[in-house]
């Protein structure tokens, strides 16, 4: 069974611009959560989103937003890049509802930012 | 404000000792605490995770000992082998809630050598 997919694996983009990252949860799993991995630090959440539906947010500003699709899969965007937002980007997707504390997490996209 | 704290941030053992990692938290709706492997490049694993209604959870090499009093969990690496190198996060869940939020330590880098 495949796990989570994430695409792309690497992105450079420069100050100013947009980015659009994606992810394909477990077969099965309903629940996705991205989550910013920055250099040395554990990652911190941003979005969690169940059946399209937002569920909740971290302490991220406007400039990043996200989306379910039907299919459970996830796009992540971030407007306006700042230096501050390279850092590895993780998708995780659980069952939601019973086993939803089980979280797995796809390799990521790693974001530069020049 | 870090919910999870974990230290040390980086350890060194050597090829068959025991690994030890600790975290501390204060919120006491937490009641999942998972423990994630990350190598380089990849995002993280799951590797071990305990309740608060028990002490102590071991598989294989790997335990968890819990002290809910304390408000404090550890990871116990025994055998300690050169493929453990890999930083090590611990994690916290709240269950009941609806939002599959996990709040993270900062990560701990352990080097086992032969």
């Known amino acids: 069974d495949a796990g989570v997919t994430q695409s792309p694996t690497h992105l450079i983009k420069t100050r100013g611009q947009h980015v659009t990252l994606r992810c394909s949860p477990i077969s099965g799993h309903k629940s996705v959560s991205w989550y910013q991995q920055v250099l040395g630090q554990g990652p911190q959440f941003i979005f969690q989103y169940y059946e399209k539906e937002e569920r909740g947010r971290g302490n991220f500003p406007d400039r990043f937003s996200a989306r379910q699709f039907p299919n459970y899969s996830s796009e992540l965007n971030v407007n306006a890049l700042l230096l501050g937002d390279s850092a590895l980007y993780l998708c995780?997707?659980?069952?939601?509802?019973?086993?939803?504390?089980?979280?797995?997490f796809g390799s990521g996209t790693q974001l530069s930012v020049l | 404000q870090q919910q999870v704290k974990q230290s040390p941030q980086s350890l060194i053992v050597q090829k068959g000792g025991i690994s030890i990692i600790n975290c501390a938290y204060e919120n006491t709706a937490f009641d999942y605490f998972p423990w994630y492997q990350q190598f380089p490049g990849k995002g993280p694993a799951l590797l071990i995770a305990?309740?608060?209604?028990?002490s102590e959870k071991k598989e294989g090499r790997f335990t968890i000992s819990f002290n809910k009093s304390a408000k404090q969990f550890s990871l116990h690496i025994m055998d300690s082998q050169p493929g453990d190198s890999a930083t090590y996060f611990c994690?916290?869940?709240?269950?009941?809630?609806?939002?599959?939020?996990?709040?993270f330590g900062r990560g701990t880098q352990l080097t086992v050598w032969p």
């Open positions: 995780a997707s659980s069952l939601a509802g019973t086993g939803n504390e089980k979280l797995f």
């Open positions: 305990i309740r608060p209604d028990v």
């Open positions: 994690a916290a869940f709240i269950r009941g809630s609806t939002l599959g939020r996990l709040y």
